[in-house]
């Protein structure tokens, strides 16, 4: 699930948002496809544009295309959704199929929650419900593998919001897991291929929007409370932040420790 600030429907091709107040800096941008009409790319967007990369977004499910190479961009990030990654919609299997470039090309991929599961399904693994119902929303524990270790320094917790999960695929390496109904959070495939359940992402704001917004969603078996909400993303968000720069620091180099 993603959901923020402004967004445009209907407008067909890119929209270009510009780095901030490095015009000597001559970066390429980054590709950042997302899925619902007023949705905006937290803080993975703000640290692209503090370091000199506009983003150039796209919104496949309202007609606007995909570029067919990432010649001209740093690499690609999918963001979450409401939708599944098992849904037959056309934009879906779009998306999908089209990490198959940023595979091909050796460009650094990065999955969020959904964009995860879309990198999954592509290499052939399985995206499934909990036999049990239960739903990761909220803050949770996550701990790194030993191949994920050095991926940054891991915060003890991350924001969650998702009823699905993914089985590493063959090939992959998982990178992270917890205990529960959702074991595996992140795996990597390739050098520069990365998939991740959480959402480091997250803005304080969004916290409010998401779960102020879906109330009900917070009743399901396994989801936190609201307040828990807000006092983890308090206690937690300034450690997500440092994994988070230092994570993209490496992914948008392909210079990724695994």
Known sequence: MLDGGPGQKGLV???I??????????KL???MVLHQEHSNPGHVGQ????????LDIRKPRFGEPLPETLA????AVIFG?????????DFMKIETDWIGVALKEKKPYFGVCLGAQMLARHLGAA??????GQVEIGYYDVAPTEAGRDLGQWPAKFYEWHKEGFDVPRGGQLLARRDGAFPNQAFSYGAAAVGVQFHPEITLQQVHRWSGNNLVKLTQPGARPQLEHFDGHMAHAAQVHVWLHQFLSRWVQATLPL
């Not at 780095?19 to 000597?24: D, F, K």
């Not at 001209?72 to 690499?75: A, P, S």
């Not at 959704?81 to 919609?89: L, Y």
């Not at 995206?127 to 049990?132: C, T």
């Open 47 to 54: 640290w692209f544009r503090r370091n000199g990369h506009a």
């Open 13 to 15: 091709g890119p929209h």
């Open 127 to 132: 995206v499934s419900l909990d036999r049990e």
């Open 29 to 31: 941008p980054v590709l």
């Open 17 to 26: 948002i510009a780095p901030y107040g490095l015009e000597g800096v001559r």
């Open 81 to 89: 959704g409401p939708m599944s990654a098992n849904d037959p919609d």
């Open 72 to 75: 001209q961009h740093c690499g």
